[in-house]
């Protein structure tokens, strides 16, 4: 499975941003799209993930302003990013695994990770 992240750049804070990750090759096998990120000197921390069914899990600290949704039929994954501010600047990854809908508590059993997008908030 390969996922190309996109829509990541410069922008003021307040501003919003959309990123996209498109999963491609043997999708049969993933289920649950997930975002991540890091920022400098951080660890990784999940920001959300959502299943082909629609289920969904989200951060708690970014529900508000951050949405995830997904297209089934175009294999994509979306973060919509509202009210950005400087603390959200970081890589932005996005991961496939194969949970389905209600098992976020579960061991993951195959994942993939994409390359990762540069989020920068400044003015």
């Known amino acids: 499975v390969q996922l190309q992240a996109s829509g990541g750049g410069l922008v003021q804070p307040g501003g919003s941003l959309r990123l996209s990750c498109v999963a491609s090759?043997?999708?049969?096998?993933?289920?649950?799209m997930s975002w991540y990120r890091q920022a400098p000197g951080k660890q990784r921390e999940f920001i959300a993930a959502?299943?082909?069914?629609?289920?969904?899990n989200l951060r708690l600290a970014l529900k508000g302003r951050f949405t995830i949704s997904r297209d089934n039929a175009k294999n994509t994954v979306y973060l919509q990013m509202n009210s950005l501010s400087t603390e959200d600047t970081a890589v932005y990854y996005c991961?496939?695994?194969?949970?389905?809908?209600?098992?976020?508590?579960?061991?993951?059993?195959?994942?993939?990770w994409g390359q990762g997008t540069q989020v920068t908030v400044s003015s």
């Open positions: 090759g043997s999708i049969s096998s993933i289920n649950a």
């Open positions: 991961n496939a695994d194969d949970r389905g809908d209600y098992e976020w508590t579960r061991p993951v059993r195959v994942d993939y």
């Open positions: 959502i299943t082909r069914g629609g289920d969904t």
